[in-house]
């Protein structure tokens, strides 16, 4: 029978190629993919790989999607190197979207423009103190984090549906479960004139050169990395584990809840119960695609937003299923572990006798 077997050293350039590899895996099964479903392999993978890429209006669409997932990943990277499994980024996404919402309700006509720093910092902390639930319970109840920030998710949308179909309902939205829309002070300001790229771009080329300082250049950074490679090593030489989590758990949150204000003062312009996009659930793929470094985190949300708007053209081109988005996304993780299982691992047949 096969075993898996240690490798003695792994190989260093296979592990930083490992994702590339994944990919290639991903468009291979996807070209088959299509071929099941009766469709050209090299029509719906110019729609998954070209499309979203090809002008500068398609630019400015992902950068739509790739900046929340390079938000919400930054901080999944802080969690994931401190060992702590932050699996809810989707419900801070959603509580930073109320919390910023409902700041973005009070703006009237004669609002400042500096109104949109009050929502960014509302949905930042939003997210982080749902986030700070988490920490409190595993601190104080030893609780499993997976758990709980998974099932807060659920929590929130709820508390997002009973707002917008209760209290914050707009009186003039034609019985639609709907905020109002936000006014012009509200909204997140637009980089060019004719494209709905916006600052938060700017903001998450900000946050991954500043987690790339914390991770590798300050000394709270490697006490988190310690703490999540070796605990043990952690508490011999003094390091906080209660500090760890709170810091690793509050970044997680506060870029999440900021993803979240940006999307409803961006794109969407109101909170409806849509807002939750799986954003939270996609950057955990993105996170470690892009394994678990700043920089790699940017390629991979790249990658990441391409799949989103390369299915919603496929459903509506080619008439593919909506799904297709979830099955590339799916396909690119597991060949990416399985891609780093054989590097660590090799397959050895072992005789039964």
């Known amino acids: 029978?096969?075993?898996?077997?240690?490798?003695?050293?792994?190989?260093?350039?296979?592990?930083?190629?490992?994702?590339?590899?994944?990919?290639?895996?991903?468009?291979?099964?996807?070209?088959?993919?299509?071929?099941?479903?009766?469709?050209?392999?090299?029509?719906?993978?110019?729609?998954?790989?070209?499309?979203?890429?090809?002008?500068?209006?398609?630019?400015?669409?992902?950068?739509?999607?790739?900046?929340?997932?390079i938000l919400i990943a930054l901080g999944l990277a802080v969690c994931f190197r401190a060992n702590l499994w932050n699996i809810g980024a989707e419900g801070q996404f959603v509580l930073g979207a109320i919390c910023g919402g409902g700041v973005a309700m009070q703006a009237t006509p004669e609002s400042s423009h500096w109104l949109i720093v009050g929502v960014l910092v509302a949905g930042a902390l939003g997210g982080a103190a749902w986030a700070g639930i988490v920490a409190w319970l595993r601190q104080q109840f030893n609780t499993n984090e997976i758990l709980v920030s998974l099932m807060l998710v659920y929590v929130a949308e709820?508390?997002?549906?009973?707002?917008?179909?209760?209290?914050?309902?707009?009186?003039?939205?034609?019985?639609?479960?709907?905020?109002?829309?936000?006014?012009?002070?509200?909204?997140?300001?637009?980089?060019?004139?004719?494209?709905?790229?916006?600052?938060?771009?700017?903001?998450?080329?900000?946050?991954?050169?500043?987690?790339?300082?914390?991770?590798?250049?300050t000394f709270a950074g490697f006490q988190l990395q310690v703490g999540g490679l070796a605990p043990s090593a952690a508490r011999y030489a003094g390091f906080s584990?209660?500090?760890?989590?709170?810091?690793?758990?509050?970044?997680?949150?506060?870029?999440a809840g900021l993803a979240g204000a940006l999307d409803v003062a961006g794109p969407q312009g109101q909170l409806t119960p849509y807002v939750p996009m799986g954003y939270g659930f996609a950057a955990i793929i993105v996170a470690f695609v892009g394994r678990l470094n700043p920089l790699g985190i940017?390629?991979?949300?790249?990658?990441?937003?391409?799949?989103?708007?390369?299915?919603?053209?496929?459903?509506?081109?080619?008439?593919?299923p909506k799904a297709m988005t979830g099955i590339f996304q799916g396909v690119l993780l597991f060949a990416l572990l399985a891609c780093d299982t054989f590097i660590h691992q090799r397959l050895r047949w072992v005789s039964r006798t």
């Open 298 to 320: 940017v390629f991979s949300a790249v990658l990441m937003s391409m799949f989103y708007i390369g299915g919603e053209l496929a459903q509506s081109r080619l008439g593919l």
């Open 158 to 217: 709820m508390l997002l549906s009973y707002l917008v179909y209760g209290p914050w309902k707009d009186p003039q939205g034609y019985n639609f479960p709907q905020t109002i829309t936000f006014l012009e002070a509200a909204r997140v300001p637009k980089l060019v004139p004719g494209f709905r790229a916006h600052i938060g771009l700017l903001m998450a080329g900000v946050a991954v050169l500043g987690f790339t300082v914390f991770l590798f250049r």
């Open 241 to 255: 584990s209660g500090r760890a989590l709170w810091t690793a758990m509050l970044l997680s949150g506060a870029m």
């Open 1 to 69: 029978m096969f075993k898996l077997e240690q490798r003695p050293e792994p190989s260093r350039w296979l592990s930083i190629g490992s994702p590339l590899i994944a990919l290639v895996i991903t468009v291979v099964i996807g070209s088959l993919m299509f071929v099941w479903l009766g469709k050209s392999p090299a029509d719906g993978l110019r729609m998954f790989f070209w499309e979203p890429i090809k002008s500068a209006y398609a630019w400015s669409e992902l950068s739509i999607k790739a900046t929340p997932l």
